[in-house]
RNA sequence: GGUCCCUUCGUCUAUCGGUUAGGACACAUGGUUUUCAUCCAUGAAAGAGGGGUUCGAUUCCCCUAGGGACCGCCA
């Protein structure tokens, strides 16, 4: 048995979407889990509406998930010399024939067709009538001539067995008028020349199967194995398509989900084991397989992905997650200036728990990242005399403090929460509105502790 | 319309003929707490319907219903 080899073969007509990159991950994982090899296949032979933008898209894509293909990208528009050469060997062979009708004749037999409410089917007219009956104006196209009797079985690792009857199979273009090849001869030929022996799609590709597996046959080559998994539904169970909100990863990364998070929730999203909800990048490659995916479509679900983005941006390590905070905040916040990185840093081991993304992080952050407090009105309100006179007391205290510390800080607000009568609240919700401009936010030592004794006291001079 | 596929809590799923049908997310309640959270505990929540096969069906078969994919000289 030959070494694995998978690939992912998108069309840049349009950016990535979270289903292909589903398809991807799962392509990766088990090559790597077979210790074989993932390849990529930019699929571009449609000039019209291939871009380089979206060509660029897929492959950052796959970058920030960390799936990485082995050896060159393989760009098919290189290889439609191979695939004419091939179509013309199927002509030539008997296995494909060139047919006449006009794309015309063609639309018209599927105008009836639909208006009689019968299956359209090319209906073979020119399979057996030689070429010297061909009319001179037309320039033909090649068909690929499919079987009609009988049925075909497909042995597809995830489906199952899946049967069809040949005659429900058009003879299907190969090569189109204008001498390009179609998708089915240029996968076919491609799959083959770069030894795939695993086609791991979506399941929109099953019938394509049938057309692909004759080609094969035809030309004597051995037949890859199949493995169709379900496509990703919308939450109200449509097909997810690239006009949809949060499809692209670029829709995730930039509300500061982490990719490992997101690579997780794919993987558990129509795949499983046993209970296990968490997997490392080991425990996928390790425990991946085909027999885990399951036949039924599945659902986004969008509650998932950032529980297992809390997840993860409370298990992984801080050093990493500053770095990932960093490079988010650059790109899609503000630069965090550099005197107030340590602050920042050390202040995660807080500020992170109170988030479920990036973004979260960074909101949690603002009293630190901007010097100047912003007060809402309401909460301004808040702040009263008896609170104002309090905070008066407090930042005295702190000023005699020499040792600024969490238990120091304790002994004073305790000390002030008897003399004045109060409760705890009376004084720690002044003092965060005070300090943060918000009512919410992390516990008030933290935010003490975190901006200094300067910092607080020249926070609290704002008091009037 | 034709062909093919699918159907367990709201969602992702476990179960490979015998279980009080399990877990996770979300939800509800309670506890901890210094606000918001976290954390902990508890709870509610499912085999689409109907026939078979079997001592016994969520599990195997058939039918119905619902959902989906494909039906391009797109990929």
Redesign the pocket.
């Known amino acids: 048995m030959s070494k694995v080899a998978t690939r992912f ?3 840049p ?1 349009g950016a990535l979407h979270i289903g292909g990159v589903r398809t991807a991950l799962f392509n990766w994982l088990y090559s790597k889990n077979q210790k074989g090899t993932f390849h990529l296949r930019i ?4 000039k ?3 871009k380089e933008e979206h060509k660029i898209q897929i492959i950052n894509s796959l970058k920030w998930m960390g799936i990485k293909h082995d050896g060159e990208e393989y760009i ?1 528009s290189k290889m439609i010399g191979e695939h004419v050469k091939i179509a013309k060997k199927l002509l030539a062979n008997g296995d494909a024939y060139k ?1 006449y ?3 015309e004749e ?1 639309e018209e037999q ?1 105008k009836r ?1 639909k208006q009689k ?6 209906n073979r007219k020119w399979r057996n009538i030689s070429d010297d009956q061909a009319p001179k104006d ?4 090649i068909r690929f001539k499919s079987k009609i009797e009988g ?1 075909s079985i497909v042995k597809d690792l995830v ?7 040949n005659n ?1 199979i ?1 003879d ?2 190969i090569l ?3 001498e ?5 001869l ?2 076919s030929v491609d799959d083959h020349n770069m030894e795939m022996t695993h086609i791991i799609r ?7 199967t049938f057309k692909q597996i004759q080609i094969y046959e035809a030309l004597g080559w051995d037949i890859p194995q199949f493995a169709h998994i ?2 990703i ?1 919308t ?1 109200d ?3 997810l398509s690239k006009r949809d909100n949060s499809s692209t990863l670029d829709d995730y990364k930039k509300i500061g989900i982490l990719p490992e998070s997101l690579r997780n929730y794919l993987l ?8 296990k ?1 968490i997997f490392n990048l080991d425990d996928s490659i390790k425990l991946f397989n085909l027999e ?1 995916i ?8 969008m ?2 992905i ?3 983005n ?2 993860y941006i ?1 298990n992984i390590e801080e050093n990493i997650l500053y770095k990932k905070l960093k490079e988010y905040c650059e790109v899609y916040k503000d630069k965090i200036i550099e005197e107030k990185e340590n602050t920042i840093k050390s202040s995660l081991i ?1 500020l992170k ?4 993304t990036l973004e979260d992080i960074f909101n949690n952050s603002k009293y630190i990242l901007n010097d100047e407090v912003t007060f809402d009105d309401n909460d301004k309100k808040l702040v009263n005399d008896e609170a104002k006179k309090i905070i008066h007391l407090f930042k005295e205290k702190i000023s005699k403090l020499e040792v600024f510390d ?1 238990e120091n800080l ?1 002994q004073i607000i305790k000390g002030l929460i008897e003399l004045n009568n109060t409760n ?2 009376g004084i ?2 002044p003092l ?1 509105i005070m300090l943060t401009g ?9 935010i003490i502790l975190s901006l200094g004794k300067k910092e607080v006291i020249r926070r609290l001079g704002n008091i009037r």
């Not at 409410?117 to 090319?122: E, G, H």
């Not at 558990?268 to 209970?275: A, E, I």
């Open positions: 073969a998108p069309s007509t699929e571009d032979t449609d019209e509406r291939s098919q047919c009708c006009s794309s063609i599927k067709a409410k019968i299956p359209y089917v090319y037309i320039k033909p196209v049925t489906q199952g067995n899946v049967e069809i009857e429900t058009e299907f273009v189109r008028n204008d390009t090849p179609t998708y089915n240029s996968a979506g399941d929109d590709h099953k019938i394509n379900p496509l539904h939450i169970g449509k097909k558990r999203l129509g795949w499983s084991y046993k209970d909800e885990g399951g036949k039924s479509p599945s659902k986004l679900d509650s998932r950032l529980s297992m809390e997840y409370k807080f728990n109170k988030a479920k969490r304790e705890f609240k720690g919700q965060r918000s009512k919410f936010g992390p516990g008030i030592y933290d």
